[in-house]
């Protein structure tokens, strides 16, 4: 029978070939997130539409035409998260997660939604890591939540990316800037493509980052943001490109980076593989002073990034990287006759109770069929169960890799493998 159903586009299954190599990327986060002292937040995957309507802002591409919104059973109104920060605040918020004073500093992983057109590294359920870092307005902690970015892409072994960072200002130099943009964008407007020419009025610092190559070509002479920065943020920035020569980590300073939610202001960078083609941004950050405030909470500064799992896998295939081992058990056992069986129940249980990570195959009653599937399996060993180890409470052991093979007492089984398996 052919299959009835696809998974719906711009989704797809994390199937077991792939899902160890999460697995690994995901752990790799986590302990980055241990080094930094990051704790761990849970949100739903569902909010009330406004609190993105509010923070990512009505103007944006995601609040505009990406996001899965649906009206539950009682009439309200809820969408699908598209991003992970939006929700961290609401939660801070109603949570009163600055009670300890401080800064509170969290990570997360997920699914997120975005309905957009799917192409490579761009999907419509896709999975993001990412960081918040909220109490503080201090340029030393913009640095720390880039180095961590960094650190995080150089453990898992990358070499291939670059970061790039701007400022785009407070409200107050905002001002005088977009006035700027909007001056040198009009006479231009019939070259613009359809979004830009409505950007221009809600939004004109998105014209800086419009893909659409007549308006990047437009854009290129327009003028820079950090020209218009005030004293406070243009001292805010200079600090942090400062710490970050101090750790050494390489940045490019590019003023068009403006970033495509309305929360931002301040420092804005974003991690990059070119060799990605259009979806090249890894990782994107910046600040949210501000958002805390909107969401009902006293002013708090806060700043963050996110990043998606997929491009990230692009790039360490691209660059040939390991991704760990494919799972592979320790043990399998091979049982002989109907008596073994009921052994090697217990036998399984003991094992698995001594962190031996034990396999078998129940269906298969020759010796032949049940060597089989154990070397397809990839086991390290075989241990082997017949009514003769049964009878003189032993085990034949078998290496599978050298072919070495062994018998030795039930009572000395899990010490040994122990001891080989360097399990303790
Ligand atoms: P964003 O730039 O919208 O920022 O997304 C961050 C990252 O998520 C992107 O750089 C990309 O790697 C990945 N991503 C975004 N959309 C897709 C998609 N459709 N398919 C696959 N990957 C995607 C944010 O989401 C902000 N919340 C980041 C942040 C955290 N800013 C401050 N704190």
């Given at each position: 029978?052919?299959?009835k159903?696809?998974?719906?586009?711009?989704?797809?299954?994390?199937?077991p070939?792939?899902?160890y190599?999460?697995?690994y990327?995901?752990?790799?986060f986590?302990?980055?997130?241990?080094?930094?002292?990051y704790?761990?937040i849970?949100?739903?995957?569902?909010e009330?539409?406004e609190?993105?309507?509010?923070?990512?802002?009505?103007?944006?591409?995601i609040?505009?035409?990406?996001?899965?919104?649906?009206?539950?059973?009682?009439?309200?109104?809820?969408?699908l998260r598209?991003?992970?920060?939006?929700?961290?605040?609401?939660?801070?918020?109603e949570n009163?997660l600055n009670?300890s004073?401080?800064?509170?500093?969290?990570y997360y992983?997920?699914?997120m939604?975005?309905?957009?057109?799917?192409?490579?590294?761009?999907?419509?359920?896709?999975?993001?890591?990412?960081?918040?870092?909220?109490?503080?307005d201090?340029?030393?902690?913009?640095?720390?939540?880039?180095?961590?970015?960094?650190?995080?892409?150089?453990?898992?072994?990358?070499?291939?990316?670059?970061?790039?960072?701007?400022?785009i200002?407070?409200?107050n130099?905002?001002?005088d800037?977009?006035?700027?943009?909007?001056?040198?964008?009009?006479?231009?407007?019939?070259?613009?493509?359809?979004?830009?020419?409505?950007?221009?009025?809600?939004?004109p610092?998105?014209l800086?980052?419009?893909?659409?190559?007549?308006?990047?070509?437009?854009?290129?002479?327009?003028?820079?943001?950090?020209?218009?920065?005030?004293?406070e943020?243009?001292?805010h920035?200079?600090?942090?490109?400062?710490?970050?020569?101090?750790?050494?980590?390489?940045?490019?300073?590019?003023p068009?980076?403006?970033?495509?939610?309305?929360?931002?202001?301040?420092?804005?960078?974003?991690?990059?593989d070119n060799?990605?083609?259009?979806?090249?941004?890894?990782?994107?950050?910046g600040?949210?002073n501000?958002l805390?405030?909107q969401?009902?909470?006293?002013?708090?500064?806060?700043?963050?990034?996110?990043?998606?799992?997929?491009?990230l896998m692009?790039?360490?295939?691209?660059?040939?990287?390991?991704?760990?081992?494919f799972?592979?058990?320790?043990v399998?056992?091979?049982?002989?006759g109907?008596?073994?069986?009921?052994t090697?129940?217990?036998l399984?249980n003991?094992?698995?109770?001594?962190?031996?990570?034990?396999?078998?195959?129940?269906?298969?009653?020759s010796?032949?069929a049940q060597?089989?599937?154990?070397?397809k399996?990839?086991?390290?060993?075989?241990l082997?169960?017949?009514?003769?180890?049964?009878?003189?409470n032993?085990?034949?052991?078998?290496?599978?890799?050298?072919?070495?093979?062994?018998?030795i007492?039930r009572?000395?089984?899990?010490?040994?493998?122990?001891?080989?398996?360097?399990?303790?």
């Amino acid at each position: 029978m052919a299959n009835k159903y696809k998974a719906p586009r711009g989704t797809y299954d994390i199937l077991p070939a792939e899902s160890y190599k999460w697995q690994y990327v995901e752990s790799i986060f986590c302990e980055t997130a241990k080094i930094f002292n990051y704790q761990k937040i849970v949100t739903p995957i569902f909010e009330q539409t406004e609190v993105f309507e509010r923070s990512v802002g009505d103007s944006s591409d995601i609040v505009q035409k990406e996001m899965y919104r649906f009206v539950d059973r009682k009439g309200r109104n809820f969408a699908l998260r598209p991003e992970g920060t939006a929700p961290v605040v609401r939660s801070y918020v109603e949570n009163n997660l600055n009670l300890s004073g401080g800064n509170t500093k969290l990570y997360y992983l997920g699914p997120m939604f975005r309905y957009d057109r799917p192409q490579k590294g761009r999907y419509r359920q896709f999975y993001q890591y990412g960081i918040e870092n909220i109490g503080s307005d201090n340029p030393f902690i913009d640095a720390e939540v880039i180095a961590f970015g960094y650190a995080f892409l150089t453990k898992l072994g990358l070499k291939n990316f670059e970061l790039e960072i701007n400022s785009i200002g407070c409200s107050n130099c905002s001002r005088d800037y977009d006035d700027a943009l909007v001056k040198y964008f009009l006479p231009n407007l019939d070259k613009l493509c359809t979004d830009c020419k409505e950007r221009i009025d809600k939004n004109p610092k998105r014209l800086l980052d419009c893909k659409v190559p007549s308006c990047r070509e437009i854009a290129k002479n327009a003028p820079s943001m950090l020209e218009y920065l005030d004293e406070e943020c243009r001292t805010h920035f200079e600090e942090v490109k400062s710490y970050l020569k101090q750790m050494n980590i390489p940045f490019k300073v590019n003023p068009k980076i403006v970033r495509g939610l309305d929360y931002y202001n301040k420092t804005a960078f974003e991690f990059l593989d070119n060799n990605l083609g259009a979806q090249n941004a890894l990782i994107g950050g910046g600040r949210y002073n501000g958002l805390v405030e909107q969401f009902g909470g006293k002013d708090t500064p806060g700043i963050g990034f996110a990043g998606g799992f997929e491009r990230l896998m692009l790039s360490m295939e691209n660059e040939g990287l390991s991704f760990g081992e494919f799972p592979r058990p320790d043990v399998f056992l091979v049982m002989i006759g109907e008596s073994a069986k009921s052994t090697a129940a217990a036998l399984l249980n003991e094992l698995r109770s001594n962190q031996i990570k034990a396999e078998y195959n129940s269906d298969k009653d020759s010796l032949k069929a049940q060597m089989k599937a154990a070397d397809k399996e990839n086991a390290r060993y075989t241990l082997l169960l017949g009514e003769d180890e049964i009878a003189a409470n032993s085990i034949v052991i078998k290496e599978m890799k050298s072919g070495e093979q062994q018998i030795i007492g039930r009572e000395n089984l899990i010490d040994f493998l122990q001891n080989r398996l360097k399990i303790k």
